[in-house]
């Protein structure tokens, strides 16, 4: 033995790139994909482009049914969603909160459509479906945050 050795070298894995924030309309609030992937726990197996997509459509989707209630709250002279008055969680306003979790809902819910995979077997495809939450249960989350938001009722009770 002649004493030398060579301890391994540990170097920490790459930082992910940064995702670019994505621009809201002005008056709702700007989404950060980064957070997004963090929150929602979406796998680096979904590109950034993706990610970004489906986030986009859930701040369509989201938008397109909080329209009304946008036009009362700018009739009111509020100049933007964080200027609401609510009540405050965590640092952060409680409509903020509830109008992210409908966007993350929505886009989880797109992205856990669109990232089936086709070379499953039918076990592992069972297996896929019992880890990830149900597509459906993903948009019943949105909707409760986005009546949450309006202040409405979660569920309708019709007579027959």
């Not at 609030?29 to 979904?46: E, Q």
């Not at 909080?66 to 009111?76: D, H, I, K, M, Y």
């Not at 109008?99 to 076990?123: F, H, M, N, P, Q």
Request: charged letters at 25%; a negative charge.
């Amino acid at each position: 033995m002649n004493g030398f050795s060579c301890p391994p070298v540990l170097a920490p894995p790459p930082a992910a790139p940064a995702e670019a924030i994505i621009i809201n309309d002005g008056w709702f609030p700007d989404i950060d994909p980064s957070a997004a992937r963090l929150g929602l726990r979406v796998k680096d197996s979904v590109t950034h482009e993706r990610l970004r997509r489906a986030l986009i459509g859930a701040i369509i989707t989201t938008g397109n049914q909080l329209v009304g209630w946008q036009a009362t709250q700018l009739a009111a002279g509020y100049a933007n969603f964080g200027s609401v008055p609510t009540t405050v969680i965590d640092g952060k306003s409680r409509l903020v909160l509830l109008y992210e979790r409908a966007i993350g809902s929505y886009a989880k819910a797109e992205l856990v459509e669109t990232y089936r995979d086709v070379d499953l077997t039918g076990a592992g495809q069972r297996k896929v479906e019992d880890a990830e939450p149900s597509i459906g249960e993903l948009r019943r989350d949105a909707i409760h945050a986005i009546r949450d938001i309006l202040g409405t009722t979660r569920t309708d009770i019709e007579l027959i």
